[in-house]
């Protein structure tokens, strides 16, 4: 018995086998997606991007308070947990009391494992402090939210978290201006810290 194709069944097969090859490498990237801890979505995206307007005000109004969240990040020890404290500041340098300060923790490179808390009034005035439950070394993401009364104020900033050694600030973003070299009157550069 000799079997031939007809040519307008290879058609059809090229084709059917195109579209199950190309589900197939779908569901596989959906698989490795979702399965990279180091990967994450941003919640709320579509949100936060609607809002972009009072994502702004907040920016002025945080410049308009002119407070300062001056954040301190002991060891990890254990790999567990760190000590994490704030000291609220205003624009004066005074600082702030009766607060209620909040904090998300990113970890840069597990960014799905957010860790959330409330940090409370410690004994000394506009100290605040919280054990927050971080197993990660390395850079951290901090988003914190300061309300007393009826201001808000927001910031983010970025600690390179230690098992050994208190968290350093990080200030430095690749990407981002440096003011000397602007002031120069040269392109921005990227540093490579």
């Given at each position: 018995m000799n079997f031939r194709p007809q040519a307008r069944h290879i058609w059809p097969a090229i084709v059917i086998g195109l579209l199950t090859v190309d589900t197939g490498v779908g569901i596989y990237m959906m698989h490795v997606a979702n399965s990279d801890p180091t990967v994450s979505v941003e919640p709320d995206y579509y949100d936060k991007a609607v809002k972009w307007d009072s994502t702004e005000a907040q920016a002025r109004r945080n410049n308009t308070l002119g407070w300062t969240i001056l954040p301190t990040l002991g060891p990890l020890g254990d790999g567990h947990a760190a000590a994490f404290a704030v000291t609220l500041r205003d624009g004066n340098g005074t600082t702030i009391d009766g607060a209620r300060i909040e904090v998300s923790a990113i970890p840069v490179s597990a960014a799905d494992h957010v860790v959330q808390g409330v940090l409370t009034d410690?004994?000394?005035?506009?100290?605040?402090?919280?054990?927050?439950?971080?197993?990660?070394?390395?850079?951290?993401?901090?988003?914190?939210?300061?309300?007393?009364?009826?201001?808000?104020?927001?910031?983010?900033?970025?600690?390179?978290?230690?098992?050994?050694?208190?968290?350093?600030?990080?200030v430095d973003r690749p990407g981002a201006a440096i003011p000397e070299r602007l002031r120069a009157g040269m392109r921005p550069q990227t540093s490579l810290r």
């Open positions: 410690s004994a000394s005035a506009g100290h605040y402090a919280i054990t927050l439950p971080m197993a990660h070394t390395g850079l951290w993401q901090l988003q914190l939210i300061a309300t007393r009364g009826t201001d808000r104020f927001t910031a983010d900033l970025r600690v390179d978290a230690s098992l050994t050694e208190s968290g350093v600030m990080v």
